[in-house]
C-alpha cells in the first residue's frame, strides 16, 4: 500500500517567493496533520483536519502560513511570503483516527518522508 | 502542559553494543500515550511503539525493548545486540487524551550513530 505522499522532496526559493507543499494521504484515513521540523523547535504541529476541515490551526505560526484540504486525497500547506526562518522539513501525516487513544500497532499516526524546504 | 526530554542528543556505539536511550516525560494528564519514531537518513518517521498510561509491562520486539516507569515518569528504549541499520535519530512523544487529543508532543530526538 502506498503511504502519505509528500511533494516536493527538496526544494530551495528565494526569501519572498509562495511555497507550495503538497500531501496525499493514505487512502481511508480521515485525519490529516502538518508538522514542521527545525533544529530549533523541533517537531511541532502545525495543523490537522478531520474530514478535510481544520480542527486545530493553533500551531500555525502566522498569517504568511495557510493550509487547505479541498478533497479527502489532497492538502497544501502554503506560505506566502517565504522567510529564511521557515527552512526546516514539513511533515504531513494522516491516520484513521483523531486521537492518540485509538492508536495502536495497527492503526496509527503514519508520516511522508517530509519535503525539506529551504528559503535563501 | 506536556514536555518530553530526551537528554541523550547524540550517542555512539560499536555494533553489537547494547544502547539505552532515554525519555522522561511531563504531564498532568491521568490518560496519556507515550510514543517511540525512529527517523533514519532518508528522512521519514517510522513508528515503533505506543504505550498507554495504563500499561507499565515492559515491551519487548526482538531486539527492541521498551522500559515504562510512571514513577520516574520514564519510557526509556533499548537496542541490544545493535546493528549498523540502527543508525537515526529516535524520538519519544507523548499524547494526552484529555488536552491534546491528535498532537503528538515530540522530544528533541537522540541521533544514534551504530560503528560497524
Known amino acids: 500500500d502506498a503511504g502519505v505522499i509528500q511533494s516536493p522532496r527538496h526544494e530551495v526559493t528565494e526569501m519572498g517567493q509562495e511555497v507550495t507543499l503538497r500531501c496525499k494521504p493514505i487512502?481511508?484515513?480521515?485525519?490529516l496533520f502538518w508538522y514542521r521540523q527545525t533544529m530549533m523547535r523541533g517537531l511541532e504541529l502545525l495543523i490537522y483536519?478531520?474530514?478535510?476541515?481544520?480542527?486545530?490551526d493553533s500551531g500555525m505560526p502566522e498569517d504568511r502560513f495557510s493550509a487547505k484540504m479541498p478533497n479527502a486525497s489532497f492538502s497544501t500547506l502554503k506560505i506566502q511570503p517565504s522567510e529564511p526562518r521557515d527552512s526546516a522539513v514539513y511533515f504531513c501525516?494522516?491516520?484513521?483516527?483523531?486521537?492518540?487513544?485509538?492508536?495502536?500497532?495497527?492503526?496509527?499516526?503514519?508520516f511522508g518522508e517530509g519535503s525539506w524546504l529551504t528559503v535563501v | 502542559a506536556q514536555k518530553v526530554t530526551q537528554a541523550q542528543t547524540e550517542i555512539s556505539v560499536v555494533e553489537k553494543e547494547d544502547v539505552t536511550l532515554d525519555c522522561v516525560y511531563e504531564?498532568?494528564?491521568?490518560?496519556?500515550?507515550l510514543f517511540w519514531y525512529k527517523q533514519p537518513p532518508s528522512g521519514e518517521l517510522v513508528f515503533l511503539i505506543r504505550?498507554?498510561?495504563?500499561?507499565?509491562q515492559n515491551e519487548i520486539s526482538g531486539r527492541y525493548s521498551w522500559n515504562f516507569q510512571k514513577s520516574t515518569s520514564s519510557f526509556n528504549f533499548t537496542i541490544t545486540a545493535s546493528q549498523v541499520v540502527d543508525s537515526a535519530v529516535y524520538f519519544c512523544?507523548?499524547?494526552?487524551?484529555?488536552?491534546?487529543?491528535?498532537?503528538?508532543?515530540f522530544g528533541e530526538g537522540t541521533q544514534l550513530t551504530v560503528n560497524p
Open positions: 501525516a494522516s491516520s484513521l483516527a483523531g486521537t492518540a487513544m485509538s492508536w495502536s500497532s495497527g492503526n496509527t499516526i503514519y
Open positions: 487512502s481511508g484515513h480521515d485525519y
Open positions: 483536519f478531520n474530514n478535510n476541515v481544520p480542527i486545530d
Open positions: 504531564t498532568r494528564d491521568t490518560t496519556y500515550y
Open positions: 504505550r498507554n498510561s495504563f500499561d507499565e
Open positions: 512523544a507523548l499524547s494526552e487524551e484529555k488536552t491534546s487529543g491528535s498532537r503528538l508532543t
